[in-house]
C-alpha cells in the first residue's frame, strides 16, 4: 500500500503556459527560446558569450548554459 492509498491524499500538477513574450534584460540577454532573435544577435553573443570567455571569466560549461538561459550554479562561478 503506497502513501497516497494510505492518507487517502492526491496531489495535483499544475502547469502554468508563458504566454507572454520572452523578457530580455542586461542581466539576461538571452532567453529560453531557442527560436528567438536574441539567439542570431552575434552582437549580443559577443558581449556577452563569447568576450567573457575568451577572457577567463566563463568556462565553456558557462557560457553554454547563459546563452540557453539556464541557471549557473553557484559552486561553478568563481566571484574573485
Do not use: K
Not at 2 to 14: C, I, K, L, M, R
Not at 39 to 52: F, G, K
Not at 54 to 65: N, V
Request: glycine share 2%; hydrophobic share 35%.
Amino acid at each position: 500500500m503506497n502513501q497516497e492509498q494510505q492518507t487517502g491524499e492526491y496531489y495535483a500538477v499544475v502547469v502554468i503556459r508563458m504566454e507572454d513574450e520572452p523578457i530580455h534584460t542586461n542581466e539576461h540577454a538571452f532567453c529560453s527560446d531557442l527560436r528567438c532573435p536574441c539567439h542570431e544577435d552575434w552582437t549580443l553573443i559577443n558581449e556577452h558569450i563569447t568576450e567573457p570567455l575568451l577572457a577567463g571569466l566563463l568556462t565553456d560549461s558557462e557560457a553554454i548554459r547563459m546563452y540557453q538561459d539556464r541557471q549557473l550554479s553557484a559552486s561553478t562561478v568563481s566571484l574573485s
